[in-house]
């Protein structure tokens, strides 16, 4: 069974704090790794990741994949108060239109 | 920017009522996706459409049915709505995956009460 485990399933932390948020997969025909901030809404789109070790930023958000290994990881630096969400990973399957997603982390950052 | 719309942002409901939640999106996307959201469970596929008319099931489609009759719009249907279908309910869209994207794009959600 295809599946996508995300950990810590939840984190609190102080602003200003560095956080790794993990996602590992296991999948049949892998083809690519999503990550998605959900905060009260809608999720919205961060990075898509297929190929391994390279490095995919966005300010203090930045992320990488190891196809080896089989896992994914999201950095945040110098947390906000506004990085407070779930953080949700999704893997894309070659020959399917769905995505398998993790059950998130749900990150607070506290002043 | 892509925008999907649900047409209900808070929709509470009583046992056994016919529910319809409708969501449309602007960007001629073939794909589209019905979930729902529950604490600790993560989400969970009910029903996915990848052209007008066409439907598949997700993890989850019991007492779940979808109508897609425009390619913008995508319909779930709780048939007799019951308590355990309190929920919030996302919809999606996507091109399809051979483009070489994979990313879906999401609605703001219906949260759901059945009493």
């Known amino acids: 069974e295809d599946k996508v485990v995300q950990s810590p399933l939840s984190l609190v932390v102080h602003e200003g704090d560095t956080v790794t948020l993990n996602c590992s997969y296991e999948?049949?025909?892998?083809?690519?790794l999503l990550w998605y901030k959900q905060e009260k809404k809608a999720p919205t789109f961060l990075f898509m990741l297929?190929?391994?070790?390279i490095e995919k930023k966005s300010g203090r958000l930045s992320s990488i994949l190891d196809k080896k290994e089989l896992f994914s990881i999201l950095n945040i630096t110098a947390t906000q108060t506004g990085d407070s969400a779930v953080y949700l990973c999704?893997?894309?399957?070659?020959?399917?239109?769905?995505?398998?997603f993790g059950k998130g982390t749900k990150l607070t950052v506290n002043p | 920017d892509v925008k999907v719309t649900q047409s209900s942002r808070y929709l509470v409901k009583r046992t056994g009522e016919k529910v319809f939640l409708e969501c449309v999106q602007d960007?001629?996307?073939?794909?589209m996706f019905w979930y729902r959201q529950d604490p600790g469970l993560g989400l969970r596929l009910i029903y996915f459409s990848y052209d007008v008319k066409m439907k598949e099931k997700g993890d989850i489609p019991e007492g779940y049915s979808v109508s897609r009759e425009k390619k913008e719009r995508f319909s779930l249907i709780l048939e007799s709505a019951s308590t355990n279908q309190t929920s919030m309910y996302l919809c999606?869209?996507?091109?399809?995956?051979?483009?070489?994207?994979?990313?879906?794009?999401f609605g703001p959600g219906t949260r759901l009460t059945v009493t």
């Open positions: 297929t190929s391994s070790g």
């Open positions: 999606a869209s996507s091109s399809p995956g051979r483009a070489g994207t994979y990313e879906q794009y």
């Open positions: 960007m001629d996307h073939e794909n």
């Open positions: 999948v049949t025909n892998f083809r690519s």
């Open positions: 999704a893997v894309a399957q070659g020959g399917s239109e769905k995505l398998v």
